[in-house]
């Protein structure tokens, strides 16, 4: 069954304790993005790649980093989480995303409380 | 990418059809429109896109007004099931960003 999968599902950690949140597509796409979700700002990106090897920020960065390694997989790095990084968080992958109308792929979403 | 504009909310009666505005007004040539939903905090569904012509598949239709400054998402039959968060996009088939905006909250009632 084509899926993004992303673990955990849930998560409860305290100020500045190092966490990563998986994120992996096996659908061969080119295009991963992570977006994080909060009452009244909608869904925001944080970052996306392209491709292997390929990231950029989106519109809300600060406090993340991500890498793409290999084309499944795309985790979402938070070296210090703070509080304002309590959210929910989506990944998404698409086929490809320049030169292309393809649609997004999500993921089932992250529940992040830091305390 | 354009900005898009959506009513808040909407309600609609169980069976009958379900029409969910979107304006987009500084929309260019080449941007598509799309439209997602989102069940509670699930993950957004992907429903439909276009450029210029109407579109229907098997969830819903999408017209896209003649100057393509607006377009509206149709369901047919709504069910309880279609109540959710649904977000109408523009974006050019080049770029790389997705801008979802805060969308429309459809309820649909018994």
């Known amino acids: 069954e084509a899926q993004v999968t992303q673990n955990p599902r849930y998560l409860i950690t305290v100020t500045g304790k190092k966490l990563t949140v998986t994120c992996s597509q096996n659908?061969?796409?080119?295009?991963m993005s992570w977006y994080r979700q909060d009452p009244g700002l909608g869904l925001r990106q944080i970052y996306y790649?392209?491709?292997?090897?390929?990231?950029d920020k989106g519109d809300v960065p600060e406090g993340y980093k991500v890498s793409r390694k290999e084309k499944r997989n795309f985790p979402l790095i938070l070296e210090s989480p703070s509080p304002n990084q309590t959210s929910l968080y989506f990944c998404?992958?698409?086929?490809?995303?320049?030169?292309?109308?393809?649609?997004?792929?999500f993921g089932d979403g992250t529940r992040l409380s830091i305390l | 990418d354009a900005k898009t504009t959506q009513p808040p909310s909407m309600d609609c009666a169980e069976g009958r059809a379900a029409n969910l505005p979107c304006n987009h007004s500084?929309?260019?040539?080449?941007?598509?429109v799309y439209w997602y939903r989102q069940i509670h905090s699930q993950g957004p569904q992907y429903i439909i896109h276009?450029?210029?012509n109407n579109e229907t598949n098997e969830m819903a239709s999408l017209i896209i007004t003649e100057d393509r400054k607006s377009s509206t998402l149709i369901l047919p039959h709504a069910t309880l099931r279609d109540t959710a968060v649904y977000y109408c996009?523009?974006?050019?088939?080049?770029?790389?960003?997705?801008?979802f905006g805060t969308g429309t909250s459809l309820t649909v009632i018994p």
């Open positions: 998404a992958s698409s086929l490809r995303a320049l030169y292309s109308n393809q649609p997004q792929h």
């Open positions: 659908m061969n796409h080119e295009y």
């Open positions: 790649s392209m491709n292997v090897e390929v990231t």
């Open positions: 500084t929309i260019s040539g080449n941007e598509y």
């Open positions: 276009g450029l210029k």
């Open positions: 996009i523009v974006r050019p088939p080049t770029g790389n960003q997705f801008y």
